[in-house]
């Protein structure tokens, strides 16, 4: 896919997504969706690529769905409208699904205002950091909207039922320190250290670990954490470990442990998942 309202580059194993309509405040459209879409597709087939980090570009990062329509920029019947909401899935919210089943981990950076589907496309990425005196609003109850995006469901999973009540109801905008205090970003940096900072949370993530341990991880916590009981995750994690256990990659980890050395994983992804993956299908 050529990119519009995107862009897409390679800092060695990382993957750098900037939403790059700065002249909009990078305004989603459904052409943006797609293209997120694409580019996480990308990242989780390609074993060169360890984490991936999404920023805007300019003093951004999302206001929110483009609304130069005026009053009518939410209604399909009208081009823009339809091109607000378009998406090669006649379901909707492809781009949520390709976030959240990418078998890489993802970080979002929060450079500057996230509103709306501005802040709900953050939530399926596994960390938000955000830039001190960032704006953010889940807007949608003074627009007349609901929370789109999955949000109804990841949002209280993160912060908790009470906070998502409270800053979905209102619809109010608040600061980067107080989403740090929700719990929705876990740090407030400032925004010359931002993507600095992104980099180094994404190797601490990247380097020394197995690249399908990561995946295998960051599925059965998303997937496990909100079950009312352990047994159907107990039904899966122990013949997993008893597979993996049998793997190379295993072997690595605790030969280098042994000998005092950073390990040097040859599992790939695209070839070493286990036979339990995926267990939700």
């Not at 920023?55 to 939410?74: E, I, K, L, N």
């Not at 339809?82 to 699904?97: L, T």
């Not at 996230?114 to 990425?125: F, H, R, S």
Request: glycine fraction near 12%.
């Amino acid at each position: 896919m050529s990119y519009q309202h995107i862009t897409c580059d390679l800092d060695g194993p990382l993957m750098i997504v900037t939403l790059n309509r700065p002249e909009k405040l990078n305004a989603y459209t459904g052409q943006m969706g797609a293209e997120i879409a694409d580019a996480f597709e990308r990242a989780d087939t390609d074993d060169d690529v360890r984490a991936i980090i999404v920023t805007g570009a300019g003093r951004a990062f999302c206001a929110g769905a483009d609304v130069s329509g005026g009053a009518a920029s939410f209604d399909t019947s009208g081009s823009h409208g339809a091109g607000v909401f378009a998406s090669p899935n006649p379901g909707g919210g492809r781009f949520v699904e390709a976030i959240f089943n990418c078998r890489k981990p993802s970080i979002a950076v929060i450079n500057g205002p996230a509103v709306g589907v501005g802040i709900t496309m953050t939530l399926p990425m596994d960390i938000r950091i955000a830039a001190r005196g960032a704006k953010i609003g889940f807007i949608f109850a003074r627009r007349g909207l609901v929370p789109e995006a999955g949000s109804a469901w990841f949002l209280p999973k993160l912060v908790g039922l009470p906070q998502a009540l409270r800053w979905c109801l209102s619809g109010r905008m608040f600061d980067a320190d107080e989403a740090r205090q929700g719990g929705l970003v876990s740090e407030v940096v400032d925004p010359a250290e931002l993507l600095a900072r992104a980099k180094e949370i994404a190797r601490e993530m990247t380097e020394g670990t197995s690249a399908v341990s990561v995946a295998l991880t960051r599925q059965m916590l998303w997937r496990f954490s909100g079950a009312p009981a352990p047994f159907d995750l107990l039904d899966i994690d122990k013949p997993m470990s008893i597979e993996r256990g049998g793997h190379a990659d295993v072997r690595e980890g605790v030969k280098a442990f042994l000998e005092k050395r950073a390990p040097d994983f040859p599992g790939k992804v695209s070839q070493d998942m286990p036979s339990q993956y995926p267990w939700w299908k």
